[in-house]
């Protein structure tokens, strides 16, 4: 990359800002490919078809998108004005 679009690479526009989190939470793929890792070994060692492999990998996805939406691209959905922003449930009050 050129010394322009090295500096130009941390900004945003506003069709790429819009898109940021989508693209931040579908880069997500690590318990996927581990679910289907692990699903995969565990089918042929115990020979239960393909159901474990199928069903491990859906659990990794579903975990992708919850680790990515609240660990690695928390970041985005609290600038993101669409949605609210990540914050503790208020705490009872003790009377």
Do not use: W
Not at 49 to 76: Q, R
């Amino acid at each position: 990359m050129s010394g322009n679009q090295m500096e130009g690479a941390n900004e945003t526009g506003p069709e790429e800002g819009e898109n940021a989190l989508t693209n931040c939470l579908l880069s997500q793929y690590r318990f996927c490919a581990a679910g289907v890792g692990l699903g995969t070994a565990y089918a042929l060692k115990y020979k239960k078809g393909i159901i474990p492999m199928v069903a491990a990998g859906a659990i990794g996805t579903s975990a992708d998108m919850l680790y990515g939406l609240f660990v690695e691209c928390a970041h985005l959905r609290n600038q993101d004005t669409h949605l609210p922003s990540v914050s503790p449930p208020p705490r009872p009050s003790s009377q």
